[in-house]
């Protein structure tokens, strides 16, 4: 079983940037990939990007890509969410997890807030 733990969301202004963390823990041998989603109130949880654990591919919505980047640092089991240019639409509450057949293994969350 993997543990994952996200850190780093806060209050930004839009057009403003933040690093989002996603520490994984446990057994960490069945994943082929680590993943980041979101969720606005009201709102399904949506795919954000993800990257492949071994290889270092990255995959992205539509909605963030060329201002959203992914990337990992295995050595320290961590996965990393760069967001540029904020905007109001990207406040959520965003979520890790790692994908062996499906997604899973997801995380508490952190809250990113865009004021406008």
């Known amino acids: 079983q993997v543990q994952l733990q996200e850190s780093g969301g806060g209050l930004v202004q839009a057009g403003g940037s933040l690093r989002l963390s996603c520490v994984a823990s446990?057994?960490?041998?069945?994943?082929?990939?680590m993943g980041w989603f979101r969720q606005a109130p009201g709102q399904e949880r949506q795919y954000v990007g993800s990257?492949?654990?071994?290889?270092?591919?990255?995959d992205y919505a539509d909605s963030v890509k060329g201002r959203f980047a992914i990337s990992k640092d295995n050595a320290k089991n961590t996965m990393y969410l760069y967001m540029n240019n904020l905007r109001s639409e990207d406040t959520a509450t965003y979520f890790c997890a790692v994908r062996n057949m499906d997604w899973g293994s997801w995380g508490q969350g952190t809250q990113v807030t865009v004021a406008s």
């Open positions: 446990g057994r960490l041998d069945n994943f082929n990939a």
């Open positions: 990257i492949t654990w071994r290889r270092g591919y990255t």
